[in-house]
């Protein structure tokens, strides 16, 4: 008994010193399903341009994540596992699992695909609410919008030139 007790302290003590190893959890969301005029009851993965049946699941690779064909009502929907958004303060924290995701000899599956952080003692990882996501896309869409503008308008004077 004495032995169980000494090993528990002793692995505890261990563990406090590791830094801990953090990461978003989970992320899961919803997506309207891409399916085919000739099938409509399966689900299209446009990544691997596949018909899949109600419940199978399928790889997102060359991204890193899973997507599952479920049915919801009468329409079907694209249940996306992925990494989550990238962390606001990740620049203070290491990828612990770097080497293994820069290799060039392996694929790897969700999750082990996912970068694993270790931060120093007193940072916790701070990740972009659904608000700020929300901001940076439609920031980065009137960016591509004003681009598209901006290259037919130099198109349209160098025709007329």
């Keep these: 008994m004495k032995f169980v007790l000494i090993a528990c302290l002793g692995s505890l003590a261990l563990a406090q010193q590791e830094p801990a190893l953090q990461g978003p959890g989970p992320f899961i969301r919803d997506l309207t399903a891409d399916t085919l005029r000739d099938f409509p009851d399966l689900c299209f993965s446009s990544t691997n341009f596949r018909l899949h049946l109600e419940n199978q699941s ?32 990740g620049a203070d924290c290491t990828i612990s699992n770097l080497a293994e995701l820069q290799r060039n000899d ?55 030139a």
């Design 58 to 89: 399928w790889s997102l690779f060359p991204f890193c994540g899973r997507a599952d064909c479920v049915k919801k009502g009468d329409n079907f929907v694209e249940r996306v596992h992925d990494c989550g958004p990238q962390p606001k303060n």
């Design 106 to 160: 392996t694929i790897l599956e969700y999750p082990a695909c996912c970068p694993k952080y270790t931060c120093p003692e007193g940072i916790t990882l701070q990740y972009p609410t659904e608000k700020e996501i929300q901001a940076e896309i439609e920031k980065q869409t009137q960016t591509a919008l004003q681009a598209a503008k901006e290259a037919a308008a130099a198109r349209e004077s160098a025709g007329s």
